[in-house]
């Protein structure tokens, strides 16, 4: 399995900077993909940057330009570099892998592991 902590968040001002750390542990080299996912309240958790083990790299329009996903050799920690950020990108930030896991009922090979979340607030 994989254990997920989120740290970084916080309170800045509109255009500021943040960033945001996932430390990971368990079984990382089962891992396929990590990631950063947000989530206001009334609305669907949406992707903002994940990358796979394949070499893929992917973020949401929104924060292009602005946010940049990386992480250590040995997947132990992502980071989340946000830049330039807005209001509108208030959210909770959530730090997600995806690898085997059981699901309640059996083991499956995607299973999303998830963090407790870390608040980002943007005043404007």
């Known amino acids: 399995q994989v254990q997920l902590v989120e740290s970084g968040g916080g309170l800045v001002q509109d255009g500021g900077s943040l960033r945001l750390s996932c430390a990971a542990s368990g079984r990382l080299f089962t891992v396929i993909a990590m990631g950063w996912y947000r989530q206001v309240p009334g609305k669907e958790r949406e992707l903002v940057a994940r990358?796979?083990?394949?070499?893929?790299?992917t973020y949401a329009d929104s924060v292009k330009g602005r946010f940049t996903i990386s992480r250590d050799n040995a997947w132990n920690t992502v980071y989340l570099q946000m830049n330039s950020l807005k209001p509108e990108d208030t959210a909770v930030y959530y730090c997600?892998?995806?690898?085997?896991?059981?699901?309640?009922?059996?083991?499956?090979?995607?299973?999303?592991?998830w963090g407790r979340g870390t608040q980002v607030t943007v005043s404007s």
């Open positions: 990358f796979t083990r394949g070499g893929t790299t």
């Open positions: 997600n892998a995806v690898g085997p896991g059981y699901n309640g009922k059996q083991e499956v090979p995607t299973y999303d592991y």
